[in-house]
T-cell receptor
């Protein structure tokens, strides 16, 4: 049983560009959450998807958007990249009713130059 | 906004018991306390969760006093592989399913 997978592993983008990160949840999980983790900091909640809809959102600008597909996989899109968007982006999945016990993927390391 | 406070770092030696305390003064009445472990370049990993008193699993114990304003993660007989960052989490008071990570406690285990 594969755990949470994320792609790509690493990504380098230029300021102003757009990026799409992808996540496949653990089998049997229908809720996907995205986090941004800057170096030396704890993960910061971006948003959570359930039943293809954004259910909750953290304190992130509208440049951050997402999508969940019928197979529960998810994408995180970031437009108009800023240098400050450089971070590790983590995807976590959980079964409905147990969102506190989240399974995290290895993350995508995004570098904006 | 819910907030947790933990020591920034702790040092220990192999075989010792490590206790990491977290304060969460404004935890919601219906909220749980959850602890995660994170190794470098990996996503966090769920360790344990509790509401009150004591919870124990194969990895750790969690002690929560009656007022629930703090909690203590206990790691028995740590090994070098327990070197990691440990996060204490509570939910946002407005929505306890929205997890709030702090800066965590960096545990360094020495031989």
């Amino acid at each position: 049983d594969a755990g949470v997978t994320q792609s790509p592993t690493h990504l380098i983008k230029t300021r102003g560009q757009q990026v799409t990160l992808r996540c496949s949840p653990k089998s049997g999980h229908d809720t996907v959450s995205w986090y941004q983790q800057a170096l030396g900091q704890g993960p910061q909640f971006i948003f959570q998807y359930y039943e293809e809809e954004e259910r909750q959102r953290g304190n992130f600008p509208d440049r951050f958007s997402g999508h969940q597909f019928p197979n529960y996989s998810s994408e995180l899109n970031v437009n108009a990249l800023l240098l400050g968007d450089s971070a590790l982006y983590l995807c976590a999945s959980s079964p409905e009713g147990s969102v506190r016990e989240q399974y995290f993927g290895p993350g995508t390391r995004l570098t904006v130059t | 906004l819910a907030k947790t406070t933990q020591p920034i770092s702790m040092d220990s030696y192999e075989g010792q018991e490590v206790n990491i305390t977290c304060s969460h003064n404004n935890i919601a009445t219906n909220d749980y306390i959850t602890w995660y472990q994170q190794f470098p370049s990996q996503g966090p990993r769920f360790i344990i969760q509790g509401y009150k008193t004591k919870v124990t699993n194969e990895v750790a114990s969690l002690f929560i006093p009656a007022d629930r304003k703090s909690s203590t993660l206990s790691l028995p007989r740590v090994s070098l592989s327990d070197t990691a960052v440990y996060y204490c989490l509570v939910g946002d008071p407005g929505d306890t399913d929205k997890l709030i990570f702090g800066t965590g406690t960096r545990l360094q285990v020495f031989p």
